[in-house]
């Protein structure tokens, strides 16, 4: 059975930094895309970034040059390091894990139970 399990989220002040971590057991994913999405209240859920499986990355325009995903094959794992946060970028952050790198939720088989993100101002 697939699990993937967020964690590092937490409430930081603006200008702050987390570091969200995903770790995935139930199957091997170092041929999939492993990806970030977030979802804020009142909002639909938005892709923030997302990395193949040979490393290559993409970010939202939203937090690019703030944003850092990376990946652990060994481990299975999945990382977000954000920085200079903002307000806006407080919501439930999601680990998400697909075959195809695209932003569309609709692509990702495998989804995480989310982490919140607050950003005091």
């Known amino acids: 059975q697939v699990q993937l399990v967020e964690s590092g989220g937490g409430l930081v002040q603006a200008g702050g930094s987390l570091r969200l971590s995903c770790a995935a057991s139930g199957r091997t994913f170092s041929t999939y895309t492993m990806a970030w999405f977030r979802q804020a209240p009142g909002k639909e859920r938005e892709f923030v970034a997302g990395?193949?499986?040979?490393?290559?990355?993409v970010s939202a325009v939203s937090v690019k040059g703030r944003c850092t995903i990376s990946r652990d094959n060994a481990k299975n794992a999945v990382y977000l390091q954000m920085n200079s946060l903002k307000p806006g970028d407080a919501a439930v952050y999601y680990c998400?894990?697909?075959?195809?790198?695209?932003?569309?939720?609709?692509?990702?088989?495998?989804w995480g139970e989310g982490s919140q993100v607050t950003v005091s101002s």
């Open positions: 990395i193949g499986s040979g490393g290559n990355t």
């Open positions: 998400a894990v697909g075959l195809v790198a695209t932003v569309a939720t609709a692509d990702y088989p495998y």
